[in-house]
C-alpha cells in the first residue's frame, strides 16, 4: 500500500505542496491551534481526518525513517505517543505539517497531505525537529541558526531532497544537487514561519551549515532511500545491543 519514495515521483500538485510543507511555529498557518474542535464538520473534512489518521499509522507502523526515529526519541527519554503527539489538522497555505515546541505536538495538515509518500515525508521530517527538542535546548524563537540547524538536518535526512533528485536528475549533476537543495529548503522553511529577510535566513544557513548538513544523528547516514532507511535501523538497534553489552 504504501507508494516507494523512488519508484513514484509525485504529481505536481503534490509536489507543489511538498515544497513549504515546513512549520515550526508559524501559528497562522494552522488555524485549528487553540480553538475548539468544530461541531459542524462537513462530511468531508470528517474523511480527511479518518484518512489522515489511517496514513499516519501506516507511517509509524511500517516506515523505517519513522520507526527509527521512535525509537531513537525513546531512547532519549522522549517517548512518542501516537494520539497525546500527533495531531491531524486543517492548515493553511500549502504546507504540509510543523512541530509546535510549546506542545511538543506534531501537526499533520490533513488538507494537505493525500498521499501515503507525502505522509511518510512530512511525518519524518517533523520528528526530527522532535527528536532535536528532544536531545538539545533548542531556542527555537529567539536563536534563528537553531532552527536553521535542525531545518538542514530535517532537509538532508527525511528524504526530502531525494526526490527532487529524481525529478532534477537530468537537469543537474547529481552531485552537488543534494547540499544544494538541503540548503534551498532550509531557507524556504525559515522563510516560512519567521519574519526575517531572505538575506538573514541564508545567512543564518550558511553559518551552521557544516556542522549540521554532517550531524547526522540518529541515522548515522544520509538516508537516500527506504533501503538505506532500514540498514540505518538495523545499525542503530545494533548499535544499542552492543552498548548494552558493553
Ligand atoms: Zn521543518
Not at 499516519?56 to 526519541?73: H, I, W
Request: aromatic fraction near 8%; proline fraction near 3%; include cysteine.
Amino acid at each position: 500500500m504504501e507508494q516507494g519514495e523512488a519508484v513514484s515521483p509525485p504529481s505536481a500538485a503534490e509536489e507543489k505542496v511538498g515544497k513549504e510543507e515546513e512549520d515550526d511555529l508559524g501559528y497562522r498557518l494552522f488555524p485549528d491551534r487553540n480553538k475548539n474542535p468544530q461541531s459542524f464538520l462537513v462530511r468531508s473534512l470528517f474523511t480527511f481526518h479518518n484518512k489522515c489518521q489511517l496514513m499516519l499509522r501506516m507511517t509509524l507502523e511500517t516506515n523505517p525513517y519513522a520507526q527509527l526515529l521512535l525509537e531513537a526519541m525513546k531512547q532519549s527519554g522522549c517517548t512518542v505517543f501516537n494520539d497525546r503527539h500527533f495531531s491531524c489538522e486543517n492548515c493553511d497555505g500549502c504546507v504540509g505539517g510543523g512541530f509546535d515546541s510549546a506542545t511538543s505536538q506534531i501537526v499533520l495538515c490533513q488538507n494537505n497531505i493525500h498521499h501515503q509518500s507525502h505522509m511518510n515525508r512530512v511525518v519524518t521530517h517533523e520528528l526530527i525537529h522532535a527528536f532535536d527538542h528532544c536531545r538539545a535546548h533548542v531556542d527555537w524563537f529567539k536563536n534563528v541558526r537553531h532552527l536553521a540547524c535542525s531545518e538542514i538536518r530535517a532537509a538532508n535526512l527525511s528524504g526530502d531532497c531525494t526526490l527532487m533528485n529524481e525529478i532534477a536528475r537530468f537537469k543537474f549533476g547529481l552531485k552537488g544537487h543534494h547540499q544544494a537543495c538541503v540548503r534551498d529548503r532550509a531557507i524556504r522553511s525559515i522563510l516560512a514561519v519567521r519574519k526575517v529577510s531572505k538575506e538573514m535566513a541564508e545567512k543564518a544557513v550558511d553559518e551552521v551549515f557544516d556542522a549540521c548538513f554532517n550531524d547526522l544523528e540518529p541515522f548515522g547516514r544520509i538516508p537516500h532511500s527506504k533501503t538505506d532507511a532500514k540498514r540505518a535501523f538495523r545499525d542503530f538497534q545494533n548499535r544499542d545491543r552492543y552498548n548494552a553489552n558493553l
